[in-house]
């Protein structure tokens, strides 16, 4: 899957996989072990409040306690251009990095590319921007004004086509197809089929594939209700 990504990415958004020669105030890190997003700079949040509760240790050693925790605001490029981003839990101090765990409590999917090149951050199977690996580090850059602007005058008249998880589609359809055509089947029972199928005609699927798909039907509620009565 993550081969597949990052081969639609090259082919359909060559410039999200650009690499950056230099580093800004507005480089974020994208931290697998961070419990929080940390960032310096208090004009990125549009809601704070006063909060000191937590002592954060850095690789050099240094020690900082937050003065606030809230929301920022970035604006980072995706497929369909410069959009804003708001990030919750994120603590005032000397860094500025965002929590995976966060993103991914917020709904947010996160795919390492197959070389560790990038990591491709998508929402809803629908991919919204790209961290690159610069130095050990991942990093995401917000777009300041002025490049918010360049970008508005430069960007074509074509609307951008989203991005969507290779097959994510054809999983879904044929989750909900063979479910059907299974009697209403409930879902995990359905998975279990779809990987080992024994129906003919029945596709093989991957069961990490199918989970991911959000699925729910009024008949299996129904007939589950009836059976408990």
Known sequence: MAVDLEQAV?????FLL??????????????????FGLTSEESRFVEKRPDNGYMFTFAE???????HIGTVKLYLHGPGGIRPF???????????ILSEYWLQRGGYQIIGSANGDFKFVLYKNQLVFV????????????KTVKERQAFCHA??????????????????????EWHAK??????????????????????????????????FCTTSR?????MVR
């Open 155 to 176: 960007v074509k008249t074509q609307p951008c086509k989203p991005l969507a998880l290779p097959g994510v589609g054809k999983v879904e359809a044929a989750l909900k």
């Open 10 to 14: 090259r082919s359909m958004y060559p």
């Open 61 to 67: 050693g240094s020690k900082h306690t937050n003065t």
């Open 18 to 35: 650009d690499s950056e020669t230099f580093l800004t105030n507005d480089a974020w890190v994208l931290d697998s072990g961070c419990g």
């Open 182 to 215: 299974l009697g209403h089947l409930n879902k995990e029972q359905v998975i279990t089929m779809l990987t080992k199928p024994v129906v003919a005609g029945m596709p093989t699927l991957k069961a990490s594939d199918l989970r991911q798909v959000p699925f």
């Open 222 to 226: 129904y007939t589950w209700t009836q």
């Open 86 to 96: 708001q990030f919750t839990n994120i603590a005032l101090v000397p860094h500025a």
């Open 131 to 142: 961290a690159k690996a610069i130095n050990g580090a991942y990093y995401i850059q917000s």
